[in-house]
T-cell receptor, first 113, second 112 residues
Framework: DTEVTQTPKHLVMGMTNKKSLKCEQHMGHRAMYWYKQKAKKPPELMFV???????INESVPSRFSPECPNSSLLNLHLHALQPEDSALYLCASSQDQGYTEAFFGQGTRLTVV | QKEVEQNSGPLSVPEGAIASLNCTYS??????FFWYRQYSGKSPELIMFIYSNGDKEDGRFTAQLNKASQYVSLLIRDSQPSDSATYLCAVKEENNFNKFYFGSGTKLNVKP
């Protein structure tokens, strides 16, 4: 099983709303990632968690707040977003060590109005 | 800043032909290389990974790695219209196993 599950698949939110994106994997992976992807651009790394600790924050604005409650779950809390934050948000996971690939969830299509 | 370069395309090939996709990377210490396929509006799907110099074959796909020249390529034999997608090359950072760098992707069109 190489499945990473993201919910919701689509989300429309206003600039004053608070919402959360959720990601779950049961492959025993200890590294989990959030990527943001705009149309016709490659995925852009936002955050990496390793063993449930935040190991990489790519200078992401504080209106995005990640959380890793346990080794299988990853959340991205959203607050006071801007229309330019509209994008496909991808979760991925991989083994923490060595030459291992990352598997992506199906993504959440976020629209900020 | 580590870089992964790909020709954005589109690369157009006729059905049944071999499609050749190329990628160069700047970090000479990189050890792990990945090819992902992404259909429009969908998430990236892993096709192949390669760690050692030379060729690695999986069905219609062959990944080729040349660390001395810092390039990795993907060959798709007997291309099908269903192969039409954007192909992303990804490199894993040597000193930080958890960081993947993506190229901008090459759009492949396979014409029936």
């Amino acid at each position: 099983d190489t499945e990473v599950t993201q919910t919701p698949k689509h989300l429309v939110m206003g600039m004053t709303n608070k919402k959360s994106l959720k990601c779950e994997q049961h492959m025993g992976h200890r590294a989990m990632y959030w990527y943001k992807q705009k149309a016709k651009k490659p995925p852009e790394l936002m955050f990496v968690y390793s063993y449930e600790k935040l190991s990489i924050n790519e200078s992401v604005p504080s209106r995005f707040s990640p959380e890793c409650p346990n080794s299988s779950l990853l959340n991205l809390h959203l607050h006071a977003l801007q229309p330019e934050d509209s994008a496909l948000y991808l979760c991925a996971s991989s083994q923490d060590q060595g030459y291992t690939e990352a598997f992506f969830g199906q993504g959440t299509r976020l629209t900020v109005v | 800043q580590k870089e992964v370069e790909q020709n954005s395309g589109p690369l157009s090939v006729p059905e049944g032909a071999i499609a050749s996709l190329n990628c160069t990377y700047s970090d000479r210490g990189s050890q792990s290389f990945f090819w992902y396929r992404q259909y429009s509006g969908k998430s990236p799907e892993l096709i192949m990974f390669i760690y050692s110099n030379g060729d690695k074959e999986d069905g219609r796909f062959t990944a080729q790695l040349n660390k001395a020249s810092q390039y990795v390529s993907l060959l798709i034999r007997d291309s099908q219209p269903s192969d039409s997608a954007t192909y992303l090359c990804a490199v894993k950072e040597e000193n930080n196993f958890n960081k993947f760098y993506f190229g901008s992707g090459t759009k492949l069109n396979v014409k029936p």
